[in-house]
């Protein structure tokens, strides 16, 4: 069982930034693939970006592309979503995921997701 913590979310203006980090019980962190997922009030939860398992490459949503940067260190079991330029409409609780799929966007190939840390973008 992998438990995972999201931070770092809060209250930013529209063009700000935000890093959200998430921390991983699982001493075998590595061999995960690691995503971030968003979900706004009334929507369905989307795909934001990933990491696959021994750091072999990331991938985003054409949304967030060149905005936000995935990044994970192993050996302290962390997953940081850096994210730039952030527009109201992001404005969502974001989740942190764990699964065993080399590459997948959707939410069903992750196994273990945290709690969620709420991102606020005004306008």
């Known amino acids: 069982q992998v438990q995972l913590v999201e931070s770092g979310g809060g209250l930013v203006q529209a063009g700000g930034s935000l890093r959200l980090s998430c921390a991983a019980s699982e001493r075998t962190f590595s061999r995960y693939t690691m995503g971030w997922f968003r979900q706004a009030p009334g929507k369905e939860r989307e795909f934001v970006a990933a990491?696959?398992?021994?750091?072999?490459?990331?991938y985003y949503a054409d949304s967030v592309k060149g905005r936000f940067t995935i990044s994970r260190d192993d050996a302290k079991g962390t997953v940081t979503l850096q994210m730039n330029s952030l527009k109201p409409e992001e404005t969502a609780v974001y989740y942190c995921?764990?699964?065993?799929?080399?590459?997948?966007?959707?939410?069903?190939?992750?196994?273990?997701w945290g709690q969620g840390t709420q991102v606020t973008v005004s306008s």
């Open positions: 995921a764990a699964g065993l799929a080399y590459y997948s966007t959707r939410s069903r190939s992750f196994d273990y």
């Open positions: 990491i696959r398992r021994n750091g072999d490459g990331t």
